[in-house]
């Protein structure tokens, strides 16, 4: 069965660092990675997807096939970047399925 | 643009009783789902609708039934609330299969 690895639950960075959130997936087929985002008090809402090879507010993905990794990457962190994070893997043929994973806290300290 | 609507926002059930989740949109879109959001665990699916009159089952879909007789409308009940059914629950749509899910605020439920 599909899965999706975030292994860490929270990451905490200093305003202007690097940010990395790392994002596995297990599935043998072609598939289709999101990242996801919540911030306080908001909805959840799509950041990006693999597909549109595009930069949101700073943010970018590339999935590697080899590593079958995600993972979200930011230059200089800000504050309003504090948010939680979900990667989220659809399969071909799954409905609207989305396979989330279990999320990562980010906090972007002053 | 309301977008994807949930009701109600907190609710608070005895061990036992029934209620229903609601979830409305008014995107005209054919895909819905509902999730739970549990501390470590992240977003499980529960059930989803690729359309009305079709539903079909998620990763943990005991204890929950839907229907989707609209477009619009795709409720969520819990047909004997149990503690472990305490969670956040989100209802998504979308437009196509695998598009951008438009969620609602969530719905706050504790079963005592």
């Known amino acids: 069965a599909q899965r999706v690895t975030q292994p860490e639950k929270l990451l905490s960075v200093f305003k202007g660092a690097p940010v990395e959130l790392k994002c596995n997936y297990s599935?043998?087929?072609?598939?289709?990675l999101f990242w996801y985002v919540q911030y306080s008090r908001q909805r959840l809402q799509l950041l990006l997807r693999?597909?549109s090879r595009e930069s949101i507010k700073g943010f970018t993905a590339d999935l590697n096939k080899g590593e079958t990794s995600f993972h979200l990457k930011k230059p200089f962190a800000q504050e309003e970047d504090s948010a939680m994070y979900y990667c989220?893997?659809?399969?071909?043929?799954?409905?609207?399925?989305?396979?989330f994973g279990t999320g990562t806290q980010l906090k972007v300290e002053l | 643009n309301a977008g994807v609507t949930q009701t109600p926002k907190f609710q608070v059930l005895k061990t036992g009783q029934s209620m229903t989740l609601q979830c409305a949109q008014d995107?005209?879109?054919?895909?819905m789902s509902w999730y739970r959001q549990d501390p470590g665990m992240g977003l499980r699916l529960i059930h989803y609708?690729?359309?009305?009159?079709?539903?079909d089952q998620g990763e943990v879909p005991n204890g929950y039934n839907v229907s989707r007789s609209t477009t619009e409308d795709f409720p969520l009940r819990l047909l004997s609330a149990a503690p472990s059914q305490t969670s956040v629950y989100f209802c998504?749509?979308?437009?196509?299969?695998?598009?951008?899910?438009?969620f609602g605020e969530g719905s706050r439920l504790t079963v005592l």
């Open positions: 998504a749509s979308s437009y196509t299969r695998a598009g951008e899910l438009f």
């Open positions: 599935y043998s087929g072609s598939p289709e």
């Open positions: 693999h597909i």
């Open positions: 989220a893997l659809y399969i071909t043929g799954g409905g609207n399925k989305l396979t």
């Open positions: 995107m005209n879109h054919e895909y």
């Open positions: 609708s690729v359309g009305a009159g079709i539903t």
